[in-house]
Structures are given as C-alpha cells and as structure tokens.
C-alpha cells in the first residue's frame, strides 16, 4: 500500500558525507512517521532518526547524533538522510521505513508497517 525507494548510497572516505533520500508513493496518507535505520552484516537493523510528518519532530540514536540530520519534503513524502563525519562504523546497508503508529518506540522495527529495499553506505578509512 505503501512503497519506500530508497537513494543515494555509496562510498566515501572516513569524514566525508552523503545524503540519503527515500521517496514514498501510495498510500502515503496512512503513515505517521518516517524512519532510517542501518544493518551491518552480522548485526541486527539499528533505528537511526525519525521523523514524525505532522509538525517535523525529529529524533536520532546517541550513536549519530550531531551528524545525522533527518529531514522531509513539504509534503512529508519524501524524506531525506544527512550524514556527516562519517566513520567506518557507520558502513551498513541503510533502509528507510514508514508506520502508521503513534510513535513511541520509534527505534524498533516492529513499530514500522512499510520498508524500502535498502542502499548500500561504506564508509573506509
């Protein structure tokens, strides 16, 4: 009912940055609130920002915080990713996602209903 197309995936050196976009079509109308979250091989997904589409309240993990910044188009459609200094920890495969909950555990993946297919971030030494 909802579809997520995630972009904007790469590599880049330590310190360096990229932007995540994800562009959400269907029906949107339904959703609440968009997320990001990142999995590493081996790892488990690990919720990274959010962003609720009435009001644009945001929230971030400690692990990103003051270098990832969420944001979204007037619409809240589409929603973007902002990533600075990055660290070779950040390397992971990066999903956008879309609920239709009230948002209080946002850093959980159960609490989404929706999920892109993922872009691909490195990031090196």
């Known amino acids: 009912q909802v579809q997520l197309v995630e972009s904007g995936g790469g590599s880049v050196q330590a310190g360096g940055s990229l932007r995540l976009s994800c562009a959400a079509s269907?029906?949107?109308?339904?959703?609440?609130?968009m997320g990001w979250f990142r999995q590493a091989p081996g790892k488990g997904r690990e919720g990274v920002a959010r962003?609720?589409?009435?009001?644009?309240?945001?929230g971030y993990a400690d692990s990103v915080k003051g270098r990832f910044t969420i944001s979204q188009d007037n619409a809240g459609n589409t929603v973007y990713l902002q990533m600075n200094s990055l660290k070779p920890e950040d390397t992971a495969m990066y999903y956008c996602?879309?609920?239709?909950?009230?948002?209080?555990?946002?850093?959980?993946?159960?609490?989404?209903?929706?999920w892109g297919q993922g872009t691909q971030v490195t990031v090196s030494l």
């Open positions: 962003i609720l589409k009435r009001g644009g309240v945001t």
């Open positions: 996602a879309a609920s239709v909950g009230a948002g209080g555990y946002w850093l959980l993946p159960r609490e989404y209903n929706y």
């Open positions: 269907g029906k949107t109308y339904l959703t609440t609130y």
